[in-house]
């Protein structure tokens, strides 16, 4: 089998994504403030190598050349984050200009290199200042975000088309707020459910607004989404996968979808289950253009716990590489739902790559992008209207709480001198999407 550029439909966008917390650094510069991941990142213990996002990439300073990096692997499409506070260091109220002129510049560089820029409103760097009101746990907080939505898309929206509001609300409320593993670090169910109700009121608030704001562009929400399956076909194996697919997945697709929270898991949730409001159904479940989709791995439920199938191989994150995951997941919710246009919005995966000879020969990488890439093309294959595909990530960045330890990059970054050399898997991309028929 190999997998061509010409097994897409001729407008399939290929692209590479990144995200602002993640690559930008300058994190005290030109007006910024303070974001949940500054905060948590000083907190000790928080981050596995004890770093924090205050350089990460120096993209804030390389952006230039970071977009000819981008612009010479060929691909369509750069998918990208705006980071809040520096849109409004406090969260509310004053702009501050700098912030606005540099994604401003940002995306002018983007579209002179002929890149389509796809932004995402928040991917996780909330203001710390809202936080400190309570965070996403505070409903206002949906309407603070509607606000500045409103700002970016007044100074941007001549030249991006394409928006998505949130970034994975389950790693914004549940990996966040109960969990615990990301900012701002809380162990507290209700609170977790009322974060995840607030980011899809503040979703719906902030499409209603872009509407009028630009008119005629596509706006859609990003969910990280991970197919269950039983471990085996006993009752209670059955039972944990449609849990697991309960909380993970149908939690946020039917209040997107559906206008309501999915009935088994409500009852499940008790006494936590979030205040609706009326009106707030009619808010999150407004038509959008396209659903981003983030797909690593799948799940494999025991009702004593996940499983780890021994046959498959993994990740350095620990996750199940299992390609026909994202087929499954693809076709399952074109079939359970109305879904619009879907990108694969992240797919990609960490492995401990080695800098030899100025080479990074990222194999396992390869292999992970030509499987998951014809996954998606057999999704396509089936039926399922998928627009576009963006490996994550386009280089090296900071992990969250794996902080630098972990890469994801098709670019290796050297972070002693910044340096970009391009993995084996960016080369091999770079043959995919100019089409130059890469072999499997
Ligand atoms: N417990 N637990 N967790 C299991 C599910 C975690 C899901 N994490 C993601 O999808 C994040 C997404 C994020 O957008 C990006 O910013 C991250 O760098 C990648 C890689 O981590 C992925």
Same mark, same amino acid.
């Given at each position: 089998m190999?997998?061509?550029?010409?097994?897409?439909?001729?407008?399939?966008?290929?692209?590479?994504?990144?995200?602002?917390?993640?690559?930008?650094?300058?994190?005290?510069?030109?007006?910024?403030g303070?974001?949940?991941?500054?905060?948590?990142?000083?907190?000790?213990?928080?981050?596995?190598?004890?770093?924090?996002?205050?350089?990460?990439?120096?993209?804030?300073?390389?952006?230039?050349?970071?977009?000819?990096?981008?612009?010479?692997?060929?691909?369509d499409?750069?998918?990208?984050?705006?980071?809040?506070?520096?849109?409004?260091?406090?969260?509310?109220?004053?702009v501050?200009?700098?912030?606005?002129?540099?994604?401003?510049?940002?995306?002018?560089?983007?579209?002179?290199?002929?890149?389509q820029?796809?932004?995402t409103?928040?991917?996780?760097?909330?203001?710390?200042?809202?936080?400190?009101?309570?965070?996403?746990?505070?409903?206002?907080?949906?309407?603070?975000?509607?606000?500045?939505?409103?700002?970016?898309?007044?100074?941007?929206?001549?030249?991006?088309?394409?928006?998505?509001?949130?970034?994975?609300?389950?790693?914004?409320?549940?990996?966040?707020?109960?969990? =615990? !593993?990301?900012?701002p670090?809380? #162990? $507290?169910?209700?609170? +977790?459910?009322?974060?995840?109700?607030?980011?899809? @009121? *503040?979703?719906?608030?902030?499409?209603?607004?872009?509407?009028?704001?630009?008119?005629?562009?596509?706006?859609?929400?990003?969910?990280?989404?991970?197919?269950?399956?039983?471990?085996?076909?006993?009752?209670?194996?059955?039972?944990?996968?449609r849990?697991?697919?309960?909380?993970?997945?149908?939690?946020?697709l039917?209040?997107?979808?559906?206008?309501?929270?999915?009935?088994?898991?409500?009852?499940?949730? =008790? !006494?936590?289950?979030?205040?609706v #409001? $009326?009106?707030d159904? +009619?808010?999150?479940?407004?038509?959008?253009?396209? @659903? *981003?989709?983030?797909?690593?791995s799948?799940?494999?439920?025991?009702?004593?716990?996940?499983?780890?199938?021994?046959?498959?191989?993994?990740?350095?994150?620990?996750?199940?590489?299992?390609?026909?995951?994202?087929?499954?997941?693809?076709?399952?919710?074109?079939?359970?739902?109305?879904?619009?246009?879907?990108?694969i919005?992240?797919?990609?995966?960490?492995y401990?790559?080695?800098?030899?000879?100025?080479?990074?020969h990222?194999?396992?990488?390869?292999?992970?992008?030509?499987?998951?890439?014809q996954?998606?093309?057999?999704?396509?294959?089936?039926?399922?209207?998928?627009a576009?595909?963006?490996?994550?990530?386009?280089?090296?960045?900071f992990?969250?709480?794996?902080?630098?330890?972990?890469?994801?990059?098709?670019?290796?970054?050297?972070?002693?001198n910044?340096?970009?050399?391009l993995?084996?898997?960016?080369?091999?991309?770079?043959?995919?999407?100019?089409?130059q028929?890469?072999?499997?």
């Amino acid at each position: 089998m190999t997998i061509k550029r010409t097994d897409f439909p001729d407008n399939f966008i290929f692209g590479v994504a990144t995200s602002s917390y993640q690559i930008e650094g300058a994190t005290n510069e030109d007006g910024r403030g303070d974001s949940i991941w500054d905060t948590f990142c000083r907190e000790p213990g928080r981050i596995q190598d004890g770093t924090g996002g205050d350089v990460a990439c120096d993209h804030y300073h390389l952006w230039p050349q970071d977009l000819d990096l981008i612009q010479s692997l060929g691909v369509d499409a750069y998918r990208f984050s705006v980071a809040w506070p520096r849109i409004q260091p406090d969260g509310k109220g004053p702009v501050n200009q700098k912030g606005l002129d540099f994604y401003e510049r940002l995306v002018d560089g983007m579209l002179e290199r002929g890149l389509q820029p796809y932004l995402t409103l928040y991917h996780w760097d909330l203001p710390q200042t809202l936080q400190d009101e309570g965070g996403w746990v505070n409903r206002e907080t949906a309407y603070r975000f509607a606000e500045y939505a409103r700002v970016v898309a007044e100074r941007l929206g001549g030249r991006v088309r394409s928006y998505a509001t949130l970034n994975e609300p389950w790693c914004s409320s549940i990996l966040s707020y109960q969990i =615990g !593993e990301h900012a701002p670090g809380l #162990q $507290d169910r209700r609170a +977790a459910l009322a974060a995840a109700h607030h980011l899809l @009121l *503040g979703h719906g608030e902030a499409v209603k607004v872009m509407r009028d704001i630009v008119p005629g562009s596509s706006l859609g929400i990003v969910l990280n989404l991970q197919p269950a399956y039983p471990a085996s076909d006993r009752e209670e194996d059955v039972a944990a996968a449609r849990f697991a697919d309960g909380t993970f997945n149908r939690w946020f697709l039917d209040p997107i979808f559906r206008g309501e929270y999915p009935a088994d898991i409500w009852d499940a949730y =008790g !006494e936590d289950v979030p205040t609706v #409001q $009326d009106g707030d159904f +009619a808010a999150t479940s407004q038509p959008i253009d396209f @659903l *981003g989709v983030n797909y690593y791995s799948r799940s494999v439920n025991g009702a004593t716990g996940n499983v780890r199938p021994s046959e498959s191989s993994y990740t350095h994150m620990g996750w199940e590489v299992y390609p026909q995951g994202l087929t499954d997941l693809l076709v399952r919710i074109n079939h359970d739902y109305t879904v619009p246009p879907v990108y694969i919005t992240e797919n990609g995966a960490a492995y401990p790559d080695e800098l030899e000879g100025g080479r990074v020969h990222d194999a396992q990488r390869v292999e992970y992008f030509k499987a998951h890439v014809q996954a998606t093309s057999d999704a396509v294959q089936q039926g399922v209207n998928v627009a576009g595909y963006f490996a994550w990530s386009l280089m090296d960045n900071f992990e969250w709480a794996f902080g630098y330890s972990r890469r994801f990059g098709m670019v290796y970054v050297d972070y002693g001198n910044q340096q970009r050399i391009l993995k084996d898997s960016a080369k091999w991309y770079q043959t995919l999407v100019t089409r130059q028929d890469a072999g499997v």
